[in-house]
Nanobody
Framework: QVHLVESGGGLVQAGGSLRLSCAAS????????MGWYRQNPGLQRELVAT???????NYADSVKGRFTISRDNAKNTVYLQMNSLEPEDTAIYYC????????????WGQGTQVTVSS
């Protein structure tokens, strides 16, 4: 099993920055893709950004140029640097990790609230 601990959410004014972290621990052979998703009440969870074990990144169009995803493979941690935040970025942000144990699996973090005030 993989346990994910997220941190770094909070309240920030529009134009400000936040950095999210998600650390994975537990029993696994390796971690493949890591990513961040976000969700608002009544809406579907949407992709924000993903990063492969080799460092290839993918971003939602709405965050390109403002958010940067990175990872530290030695620490099994993924980060999301969010700059130029907009009120539309307000959501609960969830970390997702795809990992290999006995088989390929996916785990979600508990979520961290990001609120951007105008």
């Amino acid at each position: 099993q993989v346990h994910l601990v997220e941190s770094g959410g909070g309240l920030v004014q529009a134009g400000g920055s936040l950095r999210l972290s998600c650390a994975a621990s537990g029993s696994f052979n390796r971690i493949n893709d890591m990513g961040w998703y976000r969700q608002n009440p009544g809406l579907q969870r949407e992709l924000v950004a993903t990063i492969t074990s080799g460092g290839v990144t993918n971003y939602a169009d709405s965050v390109k140029g403002r958010f940067t995803i990175s990872r530290d493979n030695a620490k099994n941690t993924v980060y999301l640097q969010m700059n130029s935040l907009e009120p539309e970025d307000t959501a609960i942000y969830y970390c997702n990790v795809k990992w290999v144990g006995v088989r390929y699996q996916s785990s979600w973090g508990q979520g961290t609230q990001v609120t951007v005030s105008s």
